[in-house]
């Protein structure tokens, strides 16, 4: 009988594949990893998963200087000595024997199509890369499974597989090399050893934020005045705003000040405006992540693991697109009639939509040529976690809204004279709610009602509101705008934007939600900016950027690239090694200081001094101790894994330092330090239900 293997990114997606394929699916077990199996048209198909990157580059030989260019793929258990690829590796390696089709169902993006690759490439064989072929959907339904085997692509997309491979390749020599030459430098001015890291894309987006911080800190206050006034209309309090919104001449608002005062507003103004404020657009993940930002707080990286949970669980598309635009094939009726079904809410708002004589979704000028937009699939849910269910109504309602009606807003800008100074207020108030209706809970309405109103009408002055306040500095990035603003740079991709400011956390380089660069972050930009700025250069960055979206379109070759990409890092580690003493002393200092002073978390309970993490010189553990050791021996136990940071804040039960624990790829927790803290009673029933 005809062997047919399928190779899926994830167990959670084989079991959805082979599900929709198969009528008799039989589940199994090697090694613990679980694969399927059934009959279809004469064929045996097995469908098993890869676990995300069954193979890593790796050097060569061993990497005691730099630059190295040697690379190979290695398995990542190789690498990563707990990885857990091993035995996917032999599982798949087992059942592919003797296999006459390879058909790859990972991901259709860069990343899944390398997974695959890699998998049919050095588990199954080169022979196997020839006859291989690739199903491509954007959701894991039924209809659309089914549908993406029987109109299976005839060849591996090689150059997406390209393209993920020149990505991997440039961002391991810039990654490794440049990380190699820091902590390199750093040994060579002092002998000790400090773990540095930069990266193809890291190194410029800690220096946006730097640019940034000095933005903040060179910021001179300019002061200004305002001048308001608070009028009763039929006893509505409603505030007039001078026209001069800001006075920078302080005489000039002294005699508005004094004109105004002890006199009538008289309205010499009324200018109706009806407006429309169309649907919004459906998600990209660049907006979908802005989004959750701003309504629940969710962290980019968060928003984007969280949308990978509910693709796998077959309730909305693939989430890692560029795409404001949905296409038609995908049923938009039957979609928002399966939503109606879910909740009475949603039933309320599908109702609403479908009583519509067209079904026309409000779409943006962004494309993806892998993907559509993120859209709701219409499956039912399935008991979810707080966080999850909370982004997934977020989804559904903007993919409502998307096919609303237009809002009808209408406003009034009323004109005053009051002793000579020109006033004026606004009103808005909303006619038709249109698509509003259907996402009022992630949207303001921003209604200001104003009474009825005539020319000449003279109003009461309850007071008048004077202030001196002063000009403000740029605002600090937050994760939501500085994906927005990386995206605009062309610096990264959609999928890596977030993690890379996962990364520079983990680094120590930045801290917080309103993000501030450490001493160590502000000093290797400094350094590099001085020695080696071609490091931090965004273009040469967007360039290579530009020429992997090349790669896609079969524009260039992988390996011109690849070369490229050697000699332009070639002739920017030459000039580092000939700074390397310099370089390393001037960030060796700033390791030490910020190492320092991320490594006090807190006052100590019972002598007042300073409760600090330290290394065991046995163990090798970590834990908090007190500064004022042998004295004072309060002490606690602390993660091990992530990085620990202060939160300079005390536990409200019982008075101990509170830490944050940031963690590679998962969402970071915040915690109080003693392990008996009434704080943690309820933790197991939060990890259930969160």
Known sequence: MWKTIIICEKPSAAAKIAAALGEKVSRREMNRVPYYMFEHANKEIIVVSALGHLFTLKNKKPMKDYPIYDLDWVPTHVVEKKAQTKVFIETIETLANNADEFISACDFDVEGSVIAYNVIRYICGDGAVKKARRMKFSTLTVAELKNAYENLMPKLDFEIIDAGIARHVLDWYWGMNVSKALSAAVEASDQKFAKLSAGRVQTPTLKILVDREKEIAAFKPEPFWTLDLLLDIDGTEVTAEHKTEKFFDKAAADEALAACKGKPAKIVSIEPKKYQRQPPFPFDLGTLQAEAYRCFGYSPLRTQQIAQDLYQAALISYPRTSSQKLPPSIDYKGIISNLGKISPQYQKIS????????????????????????????EMPEKMPSTHNKLYDLIVRRFFSVFGKPATVESQNVGLDVGGQPFHIHGRRLIEKGWISHYALYTGTEEVLLPPLKEGQKLKVKETLFEEKETQPPARYNPASLV?????????????????????????????????VTELGMQIIDTLAKYCPEILSEDLTAHFESDMDSI??????????????????DKILQKFKSNQVEIGKQIFEAVRTTRAKQWI???????????????????????????????????????????????????????????QVNRTGKRPYRMCIKPDCPSKADWGKKNASD
Not at 360 to 376: C, L, M, Q, R
Not at 495 to 514: D, F, V
Not at 552 to 569: P, Q, W
């Open 351 to 378: 109702k609403e939509i479908l009583a519509q004589p067209a079904l026309t979704p409000n779409e943006g000028k962004k494309t993806d040529p892998a993907h559509p937009a993120i859209f709701p699939t219409g």
């Open 484 to 516: 927005k603003e990386l995206e605009s740079r062309n610096l990264g991709t959609k999928s890596t934007r977030a993690p890379t400011i996962g990364t520079l956390q983990l680094r120590g380089y930045i801290l917080g939600n309103q993000i501030t």
């Open 552 to 569: 896609l379109d079969g524009k260039i070759r992988k390996e011109d690239v690849i070369s490229e990409a050697r000699e332009e890092l």
């Open 601 to 659: 978390l807190g006052k100590c309970s019972k002598c007042g001094g300073e409760i600090r993490m330290i290394i065991s010189k046995k163990t090798h553990k970590r834990f908090a101790g007190c500064s004022n050791y042998p004295n004072c021996k309060n002490s606690f136990p602390l993660p091990q894994m992530g990085m620990i940071v202060s939160l300079n804040t005390i536990c409200k039960e019982c008075g101990e330092p509170m830490i």
